[in-house]
């Protein structure tokens, strides 16, 4: 089954990936700005990455005939520099008109702070006023019901957004009804311990519903699985739900997401998988 | 959305998953219990045996609710704590 992975940091991950993942049925990806690891110096690191991002990552999926989008921010674990942060979100449009990317993210907040929130507002300005659409990030663990409650408070107040053009990654639980509810778009991650597991995700679609449902692997540089979604597909198929409920959870729903992106020029993968390398 | 498995398919499947679970959680409250030291006063704990709890009652969304036995609370007045500058 062909399938997208809306949210994979193919950065921190090794050329054999992108061989393995287009094996299993990968025909796109979507890769949010993120933390590095480390705290970067200045806003020329994060040019450089926003560069890696539009220009070479995109080039290296094409050797796998995956085709790679992004996303552009700076990171809530970074947004305690508020000057810094300040410096990139200044410099983010310089990026926006590139090919393949979908809009602003991940933001969101990592502890729940004061700065963390100021950033995530003055992010949601610059999506605003550019009418780019918006990837978020909620927090781990005991963190994650207050701030992905504080985050729904923020989108709520914020009159310009479309709810239909947001979509709140990782959820669990305990935050997937709100985040529905108030007409976002819903990521569940899988993750070994930290997140969700495939099982779990089929709870939640059993319970849920599939309408403005998305699943992805998050994979990166720490314990993460980049092909958890076929594992979620298997899950799926053991639980005895269809094929086409399958496929709408993993492909059509991330396109019709990604397709609201004046920048998501997707080919459909029976063509696009056809055509000769350019 | 129905699950297209009935409640004994479930328990069938799942029955020996559920077993191992179950003991790695009494193993590893065994091993608490046999490490020198004490962690009878630290939270932590008090957080696992209330989960233990929603695990053996009869209400639905045990899930939802060992979530949120482990969050942090909610203040809807965060923005005026923080002093947020009001849109």
Known sequence: ?278 | MPIPLDAPEVLQREFLEIRARLLQVAASLDRLGRAEGSVASDPRLAKIHEALAILADDETDRAERIQLTFSRAYDSQWQATFKLPAK
């Open chain 1, 1 to 278: 089954m062909y399938y997208f992975d809306p949210h994979i940091h193919m950065v921190s991950r090794v050329t054999d990936d992108y061989e393995m993942l287009a094996k299993m049925g990968c025909v796109g990806m979507s890769e949010p700005a993120f933390w590095a690891g480390f705290d970067r110096g200045s806003v020329e690191g994060f040019r450089d990455y926003f560069r890696q991002l539009t220009e070479f990552e995109t080039k290296r999926a094409g050797w796998y005939r995956v085709q790679h989008y992004t996303w552009l921010c700076i990171n809530a674990k970074e947004a305690e520099n508020l000057s810094l942060s300040r410096e990139v979100i200044k410099m983010i449009p310089e990026f926006l008109d590139r090919p393949g990317v979908l809009g602003i993210g991940e933001i969101g907040l990592n502890k729940n702070t004061k700065n963390e929130a100021t950033i995530f507002l003055e992010h949601l300005d610059l999506a605003a006023k550019t009418d780019e659409q918006i990837l978020i990030h909620t927090p781990h663990l005991e963190d994650k019901y207050q701030g992905t409650r504080m985050i729904l408070d923020m989108l709520c107040g914020d009159r310009r957004l479309d709810h239909g053009r947001v979509l709140v990654d990782h959820v669990e639980e305990h935050t997937i009804r709100a985040v529905l509810d108030e007409g976002f778009w819903a990521g569940m991650t899988l993750y070994p311990v930290s997140k969700c597991t495939p099982e779990r995700a089929v709870d939640m679609v059993e319970m849920y519903g599939p309408e403005r449902l998305l699943v992805n692997s998050a994979g990166d540089w720490g314990p993460s699985k980049p092909t958890a979604v076929p594992d979620f597909i298997l899950a799926m198929r053991l639980r005895g739900h269809p094929e086409s409920l399958i496929r709408r959870i993993v492909y059509d729903n991330p396109v019709k997401f990604f397709s609201q992106s004046r920048n998501f020029d997707f080919t459909p993968p029976e063509v696009y998988q056809t055509e000769p390398m350019g």
